[in-house]
C-alpha cells in the first residue's frame, strides 16, 4: 500500500506486492506452521476489554502520535525477471512510517525493497532527510531505517508498543501518508478479526484486520490505541470496502529481535502438510480415544528414518497446548487461531515440542523446523535475478516472482494456459522443495535476441531447460559449467515439456563467437550477472 508519485513517463499504480498470488499458491497447501526466534511467554497476553475505559478516548488523534509519524519518500528500481540484465525503470512512491526506539523507524519492506534512495520527512516539515535501509524482512513485510542527522530524533520521539494484544472491537487510529493530498490523515476504525495466517509464500504471521480506510500512501504508518503502536498498516483487501491489514507488535517485535545483527534470518517453520482430524470415519480408522483431537499427518516434510514425524501420525498438542480437529488453539477467553502460531512462540534452537497419537499411544518428540521454506522455485526477497546469455539465448533460473508476472493480468491468461497443457514445471513445481540439493528450474525468460542462428525454431521464452547434450542441468550455475566445458561440434538443448516444444540444435562454436556482437546490438552490459560469470570465466576463454 504504496502512493507512486508520478513521473514524467509513468503512471500511478496502486500495488507492488504480488502478495495475492502468493496467498493463492498458500491455500493449496495443507497447514504448514511457522515460527520464530525463542519466546517470552507461552502465551500471548489476551488483555480483556477494560470496563472503564473510554472508546472515544482510546480513538482520539494525538499531538505526540502525529509528531512520531513520518513520511517517506523512495526510488525504486525493481527487478524485471522477463529481462533479468536489467531493471525496470524508476518508479517513485511515497508511503508512510513511524519513529521507534533505538532511533528507528519502522515501515514496510515493500515501501524501500529495491530503493536507490530513500528521504524521511516529518510531519508538516519542509525538509527531507537522507534515509539509511538498514533491515528488510520481505516474507513479514517489515524493514527498518535510521536516519543520517540523528539530530531529527532529539525532537520526533519514539512511539512505545502496546504490551498485549487488542481485543476485537477494540477502536484503533491510523496515521499515514495516502493517495489523495500531501499532509497527514488519520482515520478511526475498531479491530474487526485477529487471525493467524499467510502473509507470503514463506511467511505466516498474527494479522490484525480492522475496518479503518487503508490506501495507497498508507504503507509503514502505525495503528495507534491510547498513543501506543498496536501494528503497522500494509495491506488492504481488494474489491471490498474498509477491510484494512495491520502487522501487529507481536510480529513486529520477533522481527526486530531478529535483525539486531543486521541480517534477517526468518522465523522457524514446520511445513509439514496436514488434514484436520473431522471426519468419523478417519478418527476410527486410526482407532483414536473419544477425547483425542488433532491434526492428522498427511506428508511429513521429510522422509528420511530419523525424522520425528511420521505418516498418519496426529499431533494433539503443541508444547502443553491442546490443538483441536480444525487445528486450532485457544488464546485466552476469545481468541482462537491456528496452532501454527505456538510453533513461534515455543521453537528454541530450531525445535519445536509436539506431543503425537502414534499406534494406540500418545509420545512427545521435539520437531526441527526451518527458518527459510526451501522452494525449488524461490522468492527473489529484494534480489536481483541471475542470468547468463549464451547466443541468442537468455538463461535464468525460475522464481515466484517471475511466474506471478502471468497471474496478473488477462494477457498473460493465453501464457498460463499454455504452460499447464505443456506440462510446464513452472506450474507443477510451485510450492515444491528441491529434489536434491542446490535444485533449481533453469528458464528461458525471453524470446530470442534476433540473430541467423535461432531461424526456423519457435519462440522458447518460458520454457524451463531440461538437458544440454543429454546431460540435466541442476541449476544456473551447473548450466554456465556445462557450456563452458563444452568440446562438443554441436550444442543440443532440449526443454522440460510433457507435449508439444521442441529441441534446439546450435553450432558450438558460433554461439561462443556470436555473443559478443549479440550483446552489444541488444545494449546488454554483461554477458551474465557477476556470480555465474565467475564460473564461466574460471578456466579462461571457451574454446
Not at 248 to 255: Q, Y
Not at 344 to 372: F, H, M, W
Not at 377 to 385: N, R
Not at 458 to 465: E, T
Request: hydrophobic share 40%.
Amino acid at each position: 500500500m504504496i502512493h507512486r508519485r508520478p513521473r514524467a513517463t509513468t503512471t500511478i499504480f496502486t500495488l507492488v506486492l504480488s502478495l495475492v498470488f502468493y496467498s493463492l499458491i498458500m491455500t493449496g497447501f495443507g497447514a504448514p506452521a511457522e515460527t520464530s526466534p525463542p519466546p517470552v511467554t507461552p502465551m500471548p497476553e489476551v488483555r480483556p476489554s477494560p470496563a472503564n475505559a473510554s472508546s472515544s478516548t482510546a480513538a482520539t488523534p494525538s499531538k505526540a502520535v502525529e509528531n512520531s509519524v513520518v513520511k517517506i519518500f523512495a526510488t525504486l528500481r525493481q527487478p524485471d525477471p522477463t529481462k533479468p540484465w536489467t531493471k525496470k525503470e524508476p518508479d517513485d512512491i511515497t508511503a508512510s512510517g513511524v519513529v521507534i526506539s533505538g532511533k528507528r523507524i519502522l515501515t514496510n519492506a515493500h515501501v524501500v525493497q529495491y530503493a536507490s534512495e530513500v528521504q524521511v520527512q516529518a510531519n508538516q516539515a519542509g525538509d527531507k532527510l537522507p534515509a539509511i535501509v538498514k533491515a528488510v524482512g520481505p516474507g513479514i513485510d517489515l524493514a527498518v531505517l535510521e536516519l543520517e542527522d540523528q539530530k531529527f530524533f532529539d525532537s520526533h520521539a519514539p512511539l512505545p508498543f502496546r504490551k498485549s494484544l487488542p481485543d476485537s472491537k477494540d477502536p484503533v487510529v491510523v496515521y499515514g501518508y495516502p493517495t489523495g493530498g500531501s499532509s497527514l490523515s488519520i482515520t478511526k476504525g475498531i479491530i474487526s478479526r485477529i487471525e493467524f495466517t499467510s502473509y507470503s509464500l514463506s511467511a505466516l504471521g498474527l494479522r490484525i484486520q480492522i475496518d479503518a480506510a487503508i490506501n495507497p500512501g498508507n504503507s509503514g504508518g502505525p495503528a495507534v490505541v491510547n498513543d501506543e503502536i498496536v501494528g503497522l498498516a500494509f495491506s488492504h483487501l481488494q474489491m471490498a470496502q474498509n477491510i484494512g491489514y495491520i502487522i501487529p507488535v507481536e510480529e513486529i517485535e520477533l522481527f526486530l529481535q531478529d535483525v539486531t545483527d543486521g541480517r534477517y534470518d526468518g522465523k522457524p517453520v514446520m511445513y509439514d502438510d496436514l488434514q484436520t482430524l473431522e471426519n468419523p470415519a478417519l478418527r476410527s480408522d486410526l482407532h483414536l480415544p473419544e477425547s483425542s483431537q488433532g491434526m492428522v499427518v498427511h506428508r511429513p516434510f521429510d522422509s528420511s528414518p530419523n525424522y520425528p514425524l511420521k505418516e498418519w501420525d496426529v499431533i494433539t498438542k503443541i508444547g502443553d497446548v491442546p490443538v483441536d480437529d480444525e487445528g486450532m488453539i485457544k488464546l485466552g477467553d476469545t481468541l482462537r487461531v491456528r496452532f501454527a502460531y505456538m510453533v513461534q512462540k515455543l521453537a528454541q534452537k530450531d525445535t519445536v515440542p509436539l506431543t503425537i497419537y502414534r499406534g494406540g499411544k500418545e509420545s512427545k518428540i521435539n520437531l526441527p523446523v526451518l527458518r527459510q521454506r526451501p522452494l525449488v522455485i524461490p522468492e527473489l526477497k529484494g534480489a536481483y535475478p541471475s542470468y547468463f546469455v549464451y547466443g541468442p539465448l537468455v538463461f535464468s533460473e525460475a522464481t515466484t516472482d517471475l511466474v506471478a508476472l502471468a497471474q496478473r493480468n488477462r494477457e498473460m491468461a493465453a501464457l498460463v494456459a499454455m504452460l499447464t497443457y505443456i506440462g510446464s514445471p513452472l506450474i507443477g513445481r510451485i510450492g515444491d522443495k528441491p529434489a536434491f540439493p542446490g535444485e533449481r528450474l533453469v528458464v528461458v525468460p525471453c524470446p530470442f535476441f534476433p540473430h541467423r542462428l535461432s531461424k526456423g525454431y519457435g519462440n522458447p521464452s518460458w520454457q524451463v531447460l531440461k538437458t544440454v547434450n543429454h546431460q540435466p542441468i541442476k541449476n544456473l550455475t551447473h548450466l554456465v559449467e556445462v557450456l563452458r566445458d563444452l568440446k562438443d561440434e554441436f550444442v543440443t538443448l532440449e526443454f522440460n515439456t510433457r507435449s508439444s516444444g521442441e529441441s534446439i540444435v546450435f553450432p558450438r562454436a558460433e554461439m561462443v563467437s556470436a555473443t559478443e556482437n549479440i550483446l552489444s546490438d541488444n545494449g546488454v552490459r554483461s554477458q551474465g550477472s557477476a556470480d555465474v560469470m565467475t564460473i564461466w570465466n574460471a578456466k579462461g576463454t571457451n574454446n
